[in-house]
């Protein structure tokens, strides 16, 4: 069983930032990966990054390399996501996930439905 909180969400300007956090407990937080995800009203939950156990590799979607940062600090439990020249396209709940399938790290994947836990999200509003 693992626990996620989000924390970090606001109300930002267009190209402002704002960094989010996601702290886990319930098992060794270095054996898993972590992803974000997003969902805006009305559309479809996306994959925007993920970091695995080590934090030796990352993954983004395009709509975002280059403007967020994945990182994770083992030692405190928590993952990171910088968010750089926020657009108002940004606006979204956004949701860490859990994703503890045995060989995650061979196939680091985009798809929520691999993904185990999931947290209870926090808002990101950027407005134009």
């Known amino acids: 069983q693992v626990q996620l909180v989000e924390s970090g969400g606001g109300l930002v300007q267009a190209g402002g930032s704002l960094r989010l956090s996601c702290v886990a407990s319930g098992r060794a937080f270095s054996n898993y990966a972590i992803g974000w995800f997003r969902q805006a009203p009305g559309k479809e939950r996306e994959f925007v990054a993920r970091?695995?156990?080590?934090?030796?590799?990352?993954l983004y979607a395009d709509s975002v390399k280059g403007r967020f940062t994945i990182s994770r600090d083992n030692a405190k439990n928590t993952v990171y996501l910088q968010m750089n020249s926020l657009k108002p396209d940004d606006t979204a709940v956004y949701y860490c996930?859990?994703?503890?399938?045995?060989?995650?790290?061979?196939?680091?994947?985009?798809?929520?439905?691999?993904?185990?836990?999931w947290g209870q999200g926090t808002q990101v509003t950027v407005s134009s």
């Open positions: 996930a859990a994703d503890l399938r045995p060989l995650a790290w061979k196939f680091p994947s985009r798809w929520s439905t691999d993904y185990d836990y």
């Open positions: 970091i695995d156990g080590s934090g030796g590799s990352t």
